[in-house]
């Protein structure tokens, strides 16, 4: 089950996450930008050396900040895209601020217009939940274009749309940095409830009052309190019955904790894993339900089939029917509806259905009929059944691969169905893309290939695997062909990060104690008459090993 996210990304969290891309990032010329989903958008920024900051209007995972990940990159890019690689690629961050405490930052930038001219441009993101927005505005601030559009009459505060002028959203609560107006709510007004402190401070969470509301019960003074959690520096995650994030220690809830220095980490850290599996789940939503109708398809016409076999489990029958009839016809009356006779091969006595309409001979051949039909079916019904039962196997196969497929692996999955004739979508013309399949590093910097789907796995078994080198994979189940590029003997540190690998990507993810079976490429063989993803070997040794995602992650990939 996925972990429940509790957003905090309200305005304190906002002023960090500004403070530290003022720091960081002013100064910087924009070199590219990505739009990585419908979402999300990437800036790569140069000054003496490369980085990149992300900006997500997702309704799940709204955020701003900086991110050393790395993010697969769309081939095409869309009209927004386009539009912002026009308008301020090449531009220079001069300003970064945040309106008030609202969930508003405002990016300044200095950019070349078509006549050379210096001019100023404003890149402006907006965290507004569900109205989340990414906005440019020329320096007068008219709206150059948006994300999302709103026009006059879509009963909407403001109307966002290209040459309309920017206006910030209207908030008349007090900014918690100003310690004066702070200072005289709780004189004047002291706040209390929920409600009361959201309708008086702009930019605060229930996750705030909520920590708020637990320290005062430690005994602490309520402007004191509220004045040191503004200003808390403290990034951390919680994995309680949810999970959380924050810039201050949440000491309300109790779970399993962890610390990191800056926006930055805390946000890589928290979203790339989540963020990631949500952009799969949608590339590969049609995929998927592709493969799971194929599925259900099989399992029912195996199950069709197998109703067939036992039909002809009466085979024998139909044929000793046939003969006591002919054996019996003399003492069949017209219109009799049963023959009861002794069966001659068990010396019992046997009633036999008869049609009264037809003859004695009649209803013998229709017996003898059914049988010479039966026997005939009987090896295609088989022939049947191991084919659904080949090709069951196959897209259960697919199905795993998929879970935890990247979005090039998944278009490789693509192209396979399509080759295989189950997809008509015709194949893109031109070469063939290099499969992509990918190389870790254990601890001792020994290189472990791991294939992600079928091409992949044929690709490091069959032909980029020396006779010598380890190929390991999981014991009776779908799952990744893993190969050591070295022969025995191997380090156990080496034998354990194989293993890890091959439990991890395959069907038993989320099992323990998971065998992995590991032996000499050379061992390994093609099944004749199957797919050249299935294979069979000899001279295995075990391992047994629980997949941990952590250890996973903490792996380094060779580019």
């Known amino acids: 089950m996925a972990m429940v996210i509790i957003m905090s990304f309200d305005g304190l969290m906002l002023h960090h996450v500004t403070r530290d891309l003022k720091n960081a990032l002013i100064g910087h010329r924009i070199t590219k930008i990505y739009q990585l989903s419908t979402y999300d958008l990437l800036f790569q920024v140069r000054k003496q050396k490369q980085s990149a900051f992300l900006m ?43 309106h008030g405490n609202d969930r508003i930052v405002t990016f300044t930038l200095k950019s070349t217009n078509e006549l ?19 906005i440019v505005a020329d320096e007068n601030k008219k709206i ?43 004189t004047e007004t002291r706040p209390k409830t929920r409600k009361e402190f959201l309708d008086t401070f702009s930019g605060i969470s229930p996750q705030f009052i909520r920590e708020y509301q637990h320290r005062l019960k430690a005994g602490q003074e309520p402007l004191d309190t ?7 520096t403290h990034y951390e995650r919680v994995e309680a019955d949810k999970a959380y994030y924050s810039f201050m220690h949440l000491s309300h809830l109790e779970g399993t904790r962890t610390h990191y220095e800056s926006p930055q980490a805390l946000f890589d850290a928290f979203f ?16 998927t339900q592709f493969i799971r109708r194929q599925i259900e398809r099989l399992k029912h016409k195996q199950e069709n089939l197998a109703k ?23 003492t069949i009356q017209k219109g009799d509806r049963h023959l009861t006779c002794e069966n001659y091969y068990t010396h019992e006595d ?43 196997d196959y897209f259960l196969l697919l199905e795993a691969q998929i879970e935890h497929a990247n979005l090039q692996d998944l278009e490789e999955v693509r192209d396979e169905l399509i080759e295989q004739k189950y997809l008509k979508t015709k194949p893109k013309k031109g070469k063939r893309k290099k499969t992509n399949q990918t190389t870790y590093l254990d601890a001792l910097g020994i290189e472990i290939l ?45 034998i354990r990060t194989a293993a890890h690998l091959a439990s991890y990507f395959s069907k038993m993810r989320h099992a323990s104690s998971v065998p992995v079976d590991y032996t000499e490429v050379k061992h390994i063989k093609k099944i004749p008459g199957k797919r050249s993803c299935f294979v069979t070997y000899k001279a295995q040794k075990t391992i047994f090993i629980d997949p941990d995602s952590t250890f996973i992650q903490s792996l380094k990939i060779k580019k």
Request: include cysteine; charge should be positive; hydrophobic fraction near 30%.
């Open 308 to 330: 067939d076999l036992d039909k002809s489990g009466t085979l024998e029958q139909q044929r000793l029917f046939g003969e006591l009839i002919l054996s019996y016809q003399h």
């Open 144 to 186: 150059l274009d948006a994300m999302k559009h709103t026009g006059p009459f879509d009963q909407t505060e403001r109307t966002i749309v290209p040459s309309a002028v920017y206006t910030y959203p209207t908030d008349t609560r007090i900014n918690p940095f100003d310690y004066g107006a702070v200072q005289r709510a709780f």
């Open 272 to 287: 790339f894993e989540r963020d990631q599996h949500d952009k799969r789940k949608q590339k590969a939503k049609d995929l």
């Open 116 to 134: 050379g001219d210096l001019t100023d441009k404003y890149l402006i993101f907006e965290a507004l939940g569900k109205d989340a927005n990414i």
């Open 350 to 392: 046997i009633t036999i259905p008869l049609d009264p309409n037809k003859t004695p001979a009649q209803n013998s051949e229709k017996y003898f009929k059914t049988y010479k039909k039966l026997k005939k079916s009987i090896p295609y019904i088989k022939r049947q059944i191991k084919k659904a039962k080949e090709e069951l």
């Open 450 to 494: 791991v294939g992600k789907n079928n091409v992949q796995n044929e690709q490091i078994t069959h032909k980029l695997a020396e006779h010598f080198h380890v190929w390991f994979h999981v014991q009776n189940a779908p799952g990744s062909h893993v190969v050591v590029k070295q022969g025995f003997p191997l380090d156990e540190t080496t």
């Open 226 to 232: 509220f004045n040191s959690l503004v200003h808390e």
């Open 56 to 98: 997500s209007t997702s309704p799940r995972y709204t955020r701003l900040h900086r991110t050393e990940n790395t993010y697969e990159k769309p081939d095409h890019p869309p009209m927004f895209c386009m539009f912002l690689r026009k308008h301020i690629e090449g531009s220079i961050i001069q300003d970064i601020t945040q």
